[in-house]
């Protein structure tokens, strides 16, 4: 059954693709009561775009969004009925701050991050999480800037 649906993917369009890729991560995050249906794969995609838009930001692949399912189905303040609109404000998040982090930490280690943070002290608060991140990217400019002013005139 792999084989045939690996060959089957060869022929699709690039959207149906990660429609595809998105509908199988279900095997995964559905031990967690978390499914998504088509229209809520293209919910996601399309929420994605935007955010991607929004933020300037141009991503080849769906690698982050799988990892943002993947890693946030586990969390225990994840629940069906808000899952699509969790995983779109986790993409907002997520993308603002590789912005302001001007791409120097990497994405996985972001979402750990992120995930972290969601589960601990913001016990589930998107709005909370946002906020902590913000408060975090914040900092991590800060210590940046803090650093390359150590190192200048080094030249």
Request: glycine letters at 4%; a negative charge.
């Amino acid at each position: 059954m792999f084989l045939s649906r690996m060959f089957n993917a060869i022929q699709l369009s690039p959207q149906s693709k990660t429609m595809v890729e998105l509908l199988d991560l279900n095997e995964k995050t559905k031990k967690h009561g978390l499914v998504l249906t088509p229209d809520d794969v293209k919910t996601v995609i399309i929420s994605r775009n935007k955010v991607l838009r929004d933020h300037g930001r141009i991503e080849l692949g769906i690698e982050v969004t799988k990892e943002l399912v993947e890693v946030f189905s586990t969390s225990p303040y994840m629940d069906q009925d808000h899952y699509v609109d969790t995983l779109n404000e986790l993409h907002e998040i997520f993308y603002y701050l590789r912005n302001e982090t001007e791409d120097k930490i990497g994405d996985m280690k972001l979402i750990h991050m992120m995930k972290d943070v969601f589960d601990g002290p913001c016990a589930g608060s998107l709005e909370l999480l946002r906020s902590k991140m913000e408060e975090f990217a914040e900092n991590f400019r800060r210590d940046m800037m803090r650093r390359e002013s150590l190192f200048e005139g080094d030249e």
